[in-house]
């Protein structure tokens, strides 16, 4: 019996022994886990800039803290040796400290301020929509960031909590003095996160409050944009649309292409000076100093731009006064030149003139024609320039001058020359009538007779016949051609009419000489 209690013993014994050797193994795995956990947290924090802030902190804490012990000890100190090398201590943490120097008072002071929100933009025109929209999108940027910012913060707080509590079962199961400090600074960094993450909340949600009403501003200025440039296109299709109502009268009511031509220019000009007038009502704001500005400069403006005005103003001359239209044939003289054509066009500053083939260009001696000439409208204040065609005015006076000698037989020749004439000239004669009783309505012409004329006049070398009859006044070298030919061939038939030119009579003598014997029987009674 005895042996068998003391082999029970011994059996308890062994068991005991065995199972306070799997008890150190399990702790020794749980503490081998715990601790590998917490360095999965710790490097998961390396790069966290709020631990890194935060350890900045810590340091200038421990920096400045280690200042003041080796004042204290300089203070202290009667070793030269010792004081030397506390003095340069202090030099060095000193230097230190001034790098650190913005951790002085509050580790998160610059990671908790939030962002600067601008002043909404004002959009008062189409091209600020651009600048509305980026800041907006640049405010909720900016938000988003913050958040960003505040949510890494959130997770590191939950992170340094997971730390809190596995140090919390290290101490369980295995406590020693280097954890317990561990486990205190943990929790007074976690206390002063938590500190910061209480700010953060309450500056993120004032900032929310200011970017949503600095967003909401803007949203209005962009729709208030919107709508007034709705507005705008509304007027300004109203008036294109009028427009092409008064061009479709126009078409309507004037047969002349080129009043047609002048009157649509005209609208198109009115048009544009609408869209304009609207456009600058809309988006400039203060008219009046605009008007104030260019009235100070008006007068620097008007001399040093005199003719661009004077062009001006004879463009509203010409387009209200009637004076020309496109299409007009007219003729222009300045410096002693002359051009003849047709009108193309009439602008703002200049008329355009087609250069024809006139007797103004047989005359002159470079003979050209067919150029493009630009005439400043302000020409018509200063030169002459006359129309050929005005009020539909389609024909013009012509003339041709021939002579005839002396002696023959004028009375005849005027009666050829006014035959021939009113046979030529009949066609345009009756479209100058009708044309004339026509201009009559609108200016008071004392002598409307419009039947082809031939005057006598006494030159100094024969009897010059003006014969003047009305022609085409886009083609009067062409009837002038045909009525010369006529009458030469006219007259060289007459046996009695010749054609007179500047002619010179030379009368030649013979002068008799004395006789030599006379000279000397005078001679001798001169002795």
């Not at 203070?75 to 030269?80: A, E, I, L, R, T």
């Not at 980026?134 to 997971?162: F, G, P, W």
């Not at 007219?330 to 024809?356: A, C, F, P, Q, W």
């Amino acid at each position: 019996m005895r042996v068998l209690i003391l082999c029970f013993l011994a059996f308890i014994g062994v068991f005991a022994e065995n199972n306070s050797s799997i008890d150190k193994n399990t702790t020794q795995i749980l503490i081998s886990d715990i601790n590998s956990q917490i360095a999965g947290i710790d490097a998961s924090l390396k790069s966290n800039a709020w631990i890194t802030r935060y350890a900045n902190y810590n340091t200038y804490q421990k920096i400045k803290a280690k200042l003041e012990d080796s004042e204290k000890a300089l203070k202290k100190s009667d070793k030269s040796a010792q004081r030397a090398e506390l003095s340069k201590q202090i030099q060095t943490l000193k230097e230190q400290l001034s790098l650190l120097k913005e951790y002085e008072n509050a580790p998160f002071l610059n990671m908790l301020m939030a962002p600067e929100i601008d002043s909404p933009p004002r959009i008062i025109n189409p091209v600020e929509l651009v600048s509305g929209f980026s800041y907006i999108k640049k405010v909720a940027s900016d938000l988003s960031e913050y958040k960003k910012h505040i949510l890494e913060l959130d997770t590191l707080v939950s992170k340094l909590e997971n730390k809190e509590s596995l140090l919390v079962n290290l101490l369980d199961i295995n406590y020693d003095e280097i954890s317990g400090a561990k486990l205190s600074d943990l929790r007074q960094e976690i206390g002063d996160f938590k500190g910061a993450k209480q700010i953060a909340d309450t500056t993120l949600n004032v900032l929310e409050k200011k970017v949503d009403e600095a967003i909401n501003i803007t949203k209005n200025e962009i729709k208030s944009q919107l709508l007034s440039m709705l507005n705008i296109a509304i007027f300004i299709i109203a008036t294109i649309a009028i427009s092409f109502f008064f061009k479709f009268i126009a078409k309507r009511t004037i047969s002349d292409d080129e009043r047609f031509y002048t009157v649509n220019k005209f609208i198109n000009f009115i048009n544009v000076l609408l869209i304009v007038v609207i456009l600058l009502f809309a988006y400039i704001e203060n008219v009046t100093y605009i008007v104030t500005v260019l009235g100070f400069a008006s007068a620097g403006i008007a001399i040093a731009m005199k003719d661009m005005f004077m062009s001006m103003l004879g463009w509203v001359v010409i387009i209200f006064g009637s004076s020309f239209h496109v299409g007009d044939r007219i003729k222009v003289s300045r410096s002693g030149v002359t051009h003849v054509g047709d009108i193309i066009d009439i602008s703002l500053l200049r008329i355009t003139m087609l250069e024809d083939v006139t007797l103004s260009t047989y005359l002159d001696g470079s003979r050209r024609a067919g150029r493009i000439i630009f005439i400043p409208n302000n020409y018509i204040f200063t030169d002459l320039i006359s129309n050929y065609s005005h009020y539909g005015m389609k024909t013009v006076w012509d003339g041709i001058d021939i002579c005839i000698s002396f002696d023959s037989n004028h009375k005849k020749a005027v009666y050829i020359a006014k035959t021939i004439v009113r046979k030529y000239s009949k066609g345009y004669t009756d479209i100058a009538k009708r044309q004339m009783n026509k201009l009559r309505s609108q200016y008071s012409i004392k002598n409307p007779n419009v039947e082809p004329r031939v005057f006598t006049f006494f030159e100094s070398y024969g009897i010059n016949i003006s014969i003047w009859y009305m022609a085409n006044s886009y083609a009067t070298l062409v009837l002038r051609s045909t009525i010369s030919a006529e009458l030469i061939d006219a007259f060289n038939k007459e046996d009695d009419i010749r054609i007179a030119y500047p002619t010179q009579t030379m009368y030649m003598a013979r002068k008799s000489l004395p006789h030599p014997h006379t000279e000397l029987e005078l001679e001798g009674s001169n002795e």
